[in-house]
Every structure is written in structure tokens, then in C-alpha cells.
């Protein structure tokens, strides 16, 4: 079992910057693929960015946020870390953290993954 806590989430003006935190439990976290996904109001969940596991070379983002988002992973203190930059209003959504534990390679698939968080707010002001 792994359970999954973001955090960072916040109100935020546009052009702004938040950095939200993945806290994962698991003896086994580094060889976990990691994604961050989005679900806006009315909308479906969609593909934010992912990481590789085994040490993180392998980033995927979605075209939507390259150039201002950035996904990076601490193996010694099992955190995934989504940081947002020259954010948008259009970025404003619930933010979910998911691990993948059964490969090390990124993907964008939600279905793919089998554990989630509880989501965090995130919320820009134009």
C-alpha cells in the first residue's frame, strides 16, 4: 500500500509561481514512476507531467505547461515536486500527485496509475 499526500497548493495571482509536493510512503518509492495530473470544474483529469523512477531522467509535460512547469523527484525524503511557474489562469484546477508502481517509466495514462492523493487546490487569479 502507498499513500500519497500533496501539498502547496494555493491562490495564487497570474504570472505567479507555486511549487506543490508529492510525500509518498514506501520502501521502494525511487522505483516508482510519479505523475501529476489536473482536473478543472466540469472537466476531465488530464496529463500534467511525469517522471521516470530509478533516479528520474525521464521527465514527460504536457505541451499545455512546457516552459513553465517543472517535475523533479527527492528519493532520500520520497517526494515528487511539481513546480509551476508564469502560472495561468486556465491552470486552476485540483491537482493530483499518482504513482505508478509497477514500472519506472513515465507515462500519461490515469489509468495506468494505481495510487493516487487526495488532490490539492490550485487557483489563479487573473
Known amino acids: 500500500q502507498v499513500q500519497l499526500v500533496e501539498s502547496g497548493g494555493g491562490l495564487v495571482q497570474a504570472g505567479g509561481s507555486l511549487r506543490l509536493s508529492c510525500a509518498a510512503s514506501?520502501?521502494?518509492?525511487?522505483?516508482?514512476?510519479m505523475g501529476w495530473f489536473r482536473q478543472a470544474p466540469g472537466k476531465e483529469r488530464e496529463f500534467v507531467a511525469a517522471?521516470?523512477?530509478?533516479?528520474?531522467?525521464?521527465?514527460y509535460l504536457a505541451d499545455s505547461v512546457k516552459g513553465r512547469f517543472t517535475i523533479s523527484r527527492d528519493n532520500a525524503k520520497n517526494t515528487v515536486y511539481l513546480q509551476m511557474n508564469s502560472l495561468k489562469p486556465e491552470d486552476t484546477a485540483v491537482y493530483y500527485c499518482?504513482?505508478?508502481?509497477?514500472?519506472?517509466?513515465?507515462?500519461?495514462?490515469?489509468?495506468?496509475?494505481?495510487?493516487w492523493g487526495q488532490g490539492t487546490w490550485v487557483t489563479v487569479s487573473s
Open positions: 514506501g520502501r521502494t518509492f525511487s522505483t516508482y514512476a
Open positions: 517522471i521516470s523512477g530509478s533516479g528520474g531522467r525521464s521527465t
Open positions: 499518482a504513482a505508478d508502481t509497477r514500472i519506472t517509466s513515465p507515462n500519461m495514462t490515469p489509468r495506468d496509475y494505481d495510487y
